[in-house]
T-cell receptor
Framework: DAKTTQPPSMDCAEGRAANLPCNHS???????VYWYRQIHSQGPQYIIH???NNETNEMASLIITEDRKSSTLILPHATLRDTAVYYCIVRAYTGTASKLTFGTGTRLQVTL | DAGVTQSPTHLIKTRGQHVTLRCSPISGHKSVSWYQQVLGQGPQFIFQ???????GRGNFPDRFSARQFPNYSSELNVNALLLGDSALYLCASGTGEVWEQYFGPGTRLTVT
């Protein structure tokens, strides 16, 4: 699995967009980008994933650069409940072998 | 619908003892994965079972073992506990797809 690099921490004002970057310069053509988050004292929660096209769901948007070497998770209107550690994970599709390799992630603090 | 359940919630053991952690997946899920999360770090993959077969094993010593039962519930066993085994142990159930993993609240193990 390709290595990812994320800033250790970020702040965001409530109601503003939170843009969380991830660098994955060694990503291979068959590897997807996944984002999970972990709110304090809870298990990680899946947010979104993509291969090369931008993706959007009810939680967030994922923007992947054309060369796929980096991506940005966008929370359009951050709330206090979005305060969490956000993990960017790169993983090839391997059928039913679903191991996740977590790094140290980005700690997002949403403030009033 | 009930989420992933883990038992016990908290556990205190002494060095050298053995521990068994339990996980009940979401109904219909055939995949169960175990992760260890040491304070301040991201979760580290230990095992994945799918349809009662081991589909992946992380870089953990043989003191760690797991199994999955016919009802898809799972146990994680750790023998000869060390102080360094103190961590939050997370169970994730899913369909086997990387993006369809639902984590339980975890078992907090403290080894003294």
């Amino acid at each position: 699995d390709a290595k990812t690099t994320q800033p250790p921490s970020m702040d965001c004002a409530e109601g503003r967009a939170a843009n969380l970057p991830c660098n994955h310069s060694t990503i291979s053509g068959n590897e997807y980008v996944y984002w999970y988050r972990q709110i304090h004292s809870q298990g990680p929660q899946y947010i979104i994933h993509g291969l090369k096209n931008n993706e959007t769901n009810e939680m967030a948007s994922l923007i992947i650069t054309e060369d796929r070497k980096s991506s940005t998770l966008i929370l359009p209107h951050a709330t206090l409940r979005d305060t969490a550690v956000y993990y960017c994970i790169v993983r090839a599709y391997t059928g039913t072998a679903s191991k996740l390799t977590f790094g140290t992630g980005t700690r997002l603090q949403v403030t009033l | 619908d009930a989420g992933v359940t883990q038992s016990p919630t908290h556990l205190i053991k002494t060095r050298g003892q053995h521990v068994t952690l339990r996980c009940s997946p979401i109904s219909g899920h055939k995949s169960v994965s175990w992760y260890q999360q040491v304070l301040g770090q991201g979760p580290q993959f230990i095992f994945q079972y799918y349809e009662k077969e081991e589909r992946g094993r992380g870089n953990f010593p043989d003191r760690f073992s797991a199994r999955q039962f016919p009802n898809y519930s799972s146990e994680l066993n750790v023998n000869a506990l060390l102080l360094g085994d103190s961590a939050l142990y997370l169970c994730a159930s899913g369909t086997g797809e990387v993006w369809e993993q639902y984590f339980g609240p975890g078992t907090r193990l403290t080894v003294t």
